[in-house]
């Protein structure tokens, strides 16, 4: 792991919120299949967890700028499962041909 690995990861876990919040991409983090698999394998680093608290996170996002979001609504959306397995060993140098 480097530090550009936590530097990404930071950013999204954060996607779906710009998602949703600020309309800037069509997609969201979950359907880009292998930034989801990374996503899922830096989330399952139980230091990484520890750090991450999506409730927290997506509430202060949705209530911290009035001018975009006066009532502060917070929707419910998608939950992406970032505790699910991960299948970031299955494609090595090996195995593409």
């Known amino acids: 792991m480097t530090i550009c690995d936590l530097r990404l990861f930071v950013t999204l876990i954060r996607f779906d919120v710009y998602y949703v919040y600020f309309k800037c991409n069509k997609k969201r983090a979950d359907e880009f299949p292998n930034l ?24 202060s996002y949705y209530s911290c700028h009035p001018h975009l979001n006066c ?19 299955k494609h090595t140098a090996s195995s593409s041909g």
Not at 38 to 58: C, G, H, R, S, W
């Open 71 to 89: 009532y502060a609504i917070v929707p419910k959306g998608r939950v992406s499962d970032l505790t699910a397995p991960h299948n970031r060993g």
């Open 36 to 59: 989801f698999e990374f996503m899922k394998e830096m989330y399952q680093v139980p230091e990484i967890q520890a750090t991450v608290n999506l409730k927290q996170l997506t509430e």
